[in-house]
């Protein structure tokens, strides 16, 4: 979504070449979310143009040209998706974005392919806590997509919002049973043996956890990044949620409140807002204005920190 007078213009070009592109595939995916499939499509079309070794970038790109109605070109970025490392077959056969796709000769083949690659690789796994894993993940993302579906179709304060609230609070207190049996038991588990989603459910359950249990398995997650068994973006996130729930401010800009009076989003309590963007460049992620367009936010540090006093105010307030 990144010889002395040489290497300073090529480290400058670097950093335009790499902002561009993730700028377009953020513009690319803002007209997925806004169900405008053909303006999504063009722009990844010109994110391709300068980058083009991303499978998730080329995963998301096939289902906005699948559900344009492109099925050549939807094939194609799947295809390219592959090539680039996107393997999660099991995603790719229950994606609704491409059922336009099951009927093309193409498709079975490509299906076949992404198969054959994830049985080598999972030759050693453990595939029973793969399974477990994985259920939970999908406990865990279904009902979030239905919340925000509802936030966006009915407002956040309606019946429908505070139902679905309800059955998520439900299900993330049943999730959190699993996992942290799971990381009591084995520690956190590393990719290598269950996968890569399967292993991001252990970071996704405890973000959702309360601030008590956060507290508890931080540490672990931290050792789990020194390991390479959990990843420094993802461990930016809960330094973020905990931070927040400590009464901290937050480093890396992760965390978006909703003001119920203006009807608007905005950033949470940020500490050194002038140098966020390095801070998130160095766990990779890229940069806040990037990010915060998820939520409509435009970013404009100078009005951000006249604005801070506020924020922190507000957010006091709702503790």
Known sequence: MKQIITILILLASSLTYGQTYKTLVSEADAFY?????????????????LEQKNGNDFYNAGCSAALSGDKVLALKWLTLALKNGWSNVRHLKTDTDLTSLYNNKNWNKLVSEMQEIVDKREAGYDKPLQAKLLEIYDNDQQIRRQYITAQKEFGHQSKQVDSLGNIMMYKDSI??????????????????????????????????????????????????????????????????????????????????????????????????????????????????????KHWDIVWNVEEYKKEQSQIEEKQKNEK
């Open 175 to 292: 999730n959190l049973i699993k996992v942290t049996d799971i990381l009591d038991k084995y520690g956190w588990v590393g990719a290598d043996k269950v996968g890569g989603k399967a292993n991001q459910t252990l970071f996704l359950v405890i973000q959702h956890a309360d601030l008590k249990t956060q507290q508890k398995y931080l540490p672990m997650m931290r050792e789990a990044v020194k390991n390479k068994n959990a990843g420094n973006s993802a461990l930016a996130l809960l330094e973020d949620r905990v931070a927040l729930g400590e009464g901290r401010k937050q480093i890396y800009g992760s965390q978006i409140g909703y003001d119920n009076e203006t009807k608007k989003n905005y950033v949470l309590p940020l500490d050194d807002p002038d140098n966020v963007d390095k801070r998130r460049a160095a766990v990779g992620l890229g940069s806040l204005s990037d990010y915060v």
């Open 33 to 49: 979310n806004k169900k405008e499939y053909k303006k999504s499509v063009e722009k990844y079309k010109e994110a391709f143009k």
